[in-house]
């Protein structure tokens, strides 16, 4: 059904002409159309209203012509259905004026109706499907719940989350318990995105790094599970985990369609330790963007060759930087489809 379906069958495991390209936060951000939507609507705004929403989805589909489209949205939406202010400052990012401190806190934490509290979510879905009129397929999104949890504890954006860390290890039950509130409301949010009409998931764990191989299980991978779980029947899941080289091999083996890598793991370690079956997705340092065009070429030819054409998707370690000039996000998305094997 979906015209351009190279996405849909590198998660398969299907064999490509060549890989698909896409790139993690390439809704918003660097497109100087984006930029001058920033000016006029908030960043809420932006996300609540659908008709924003598909514009901005559908932008690098036209602009940069990457192979799938990620929903314009944040991961934040759904804390915020929880009962938690957030609010997202200009230059700064994300902040919480009542960040989660205490159990009490944790008991002011809601699982809400999805539909009630979140429906402009689905509505922006379902009008850039008509959008995007089955050229690509489009992704849906929700973070990890660790993820979420970093936000909601540490209040702001961190280099280490250390007030996140030290809540789970001095409260690690009421930790938990914010954990699985989190988890049971994602699960509710991306099966109500499935019914939207989204034709992936990704999971976005862009903290788990900080955690150590053990207590990532405790505290993240437990949730990402119940997730999969939850999901794969009904959709291909992505797993993206930044910095969680050490848990591809459980990653592997969870149901999940494919797994994202960061640039700090070699693709040869990357199907080491996931199995050398499983698709991966990554893995391009997102600062390289800063060469010259020509690198960048030269460099993502080679990313494609050490990973091999077929159980891959081409992609970034991490989102795209603001400030990337638009010619050389396209010189990495042109060396992918120019691609030719060896
Ligand atoms: O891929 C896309 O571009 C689709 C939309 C998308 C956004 N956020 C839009 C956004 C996606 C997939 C996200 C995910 C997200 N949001 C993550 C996980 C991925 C990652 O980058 O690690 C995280 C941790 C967040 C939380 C968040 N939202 C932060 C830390 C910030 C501020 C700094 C930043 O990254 O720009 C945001 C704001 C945000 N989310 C912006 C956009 C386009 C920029 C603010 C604005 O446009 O006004």
Redesign the pocket.
Same mark, same amino acid.
């Given at each position: 059904m979906i015209k351009n379906d190279l996405f849909l069958r590198a998660l398969k495991g299907e064999t490509v002409e060549r890989p698909p390209v896409w790139m &993690?936060?390439?809704? =918003?951000?660097y497109l100087p159309d984006f930029m001058k939507l920033?000016e006029k609507y908030d /960043?809420f705004t932006r996300c609540r209203t659908p008709e924003l929403a598909a514009e901005i989805t559908t932008m690098p589909i036209e602009q940069v012509g990457t192979d799938a489209a990620? %929903? /314009?949205?944040?991961? %934040?939406v759904v804390p915020q259905a929880m009962n938690v202010e957030i609010e &997202?400052k $200009?230059g700064v =990012? $994300?902040f919480l004026p009542n960040p989660v401190r205490s159990p009490l806190d944790v008991n002011d934490i809601i699982v809400p109706d999805v539909y009630e509290e979140l429906g402009y979510v689905y509505d922006a879905i379902k009008l850039t499907k008509e959008r995007l009129n089955d050229e690509v397929p489009l992704i849906g /999104?929700a973070?990890s719940p660790w993820?979420i949890l970093c936000y909601l504890v540490q209040g702001q =954006?961190s280099k280490n989350f250390d007030k996140a860390k030290e809540f789970c290890f001095k409260r690690p039950d009421a930790a938990q318990v914010l954990l699985q509130k989190i988890t049971d409301t994602t699960i509710a949010y991306l099966k109500g995105k499935v019914k939207a009409g989204v034709d992936t998931i990704q999971i /976005?764990d862009?903290w788990g790094g900080l955690l150590s191989p053990t207590d990532y299980q405790t505290y993240s991978w437990k949730y990402i599970q119940q997730i999969i779980d939850a999901l794969k029947d009904e959709i291909p899941v992505i797993a993206y985990g930044k910095g969680c080289w050490f848990a591809l091999k459980e990653m592997s083996q969870s149901g999940a369609a494919a797994l994202g890598v960061d640039w700090t793991c070699s693709a040869m370690n990357a199907r080491y330790l996931s199995g050398g079956q499983i698709t991966l997705q990554g893995n391009f340092d997102p600062s390289r963007l800063y060469s010259s065009p020509q690198e960048i070429k030269k460099m993502t030819t080679q990313m494609i060759d050490e990973f091999g054409k077929d159980r891959y998707i081409a992609n970034l370690g991490?989102?795209i930087l603001p400030d990337i000039p638009v010619k050389n996000a396209q010189a990495f998305v042109d060396a992918v489809k120019e691609y030719k094997p060896r």
């Open positions: &993690m936060r390439q809704a =918003g951000r920033k /960043f990620i %929903l /314009f949205s944040d991961i %934040l &997202m $200009p =990012g $994300p /999104f973070g993820t =954006g /976005f862009s991490h989102g």
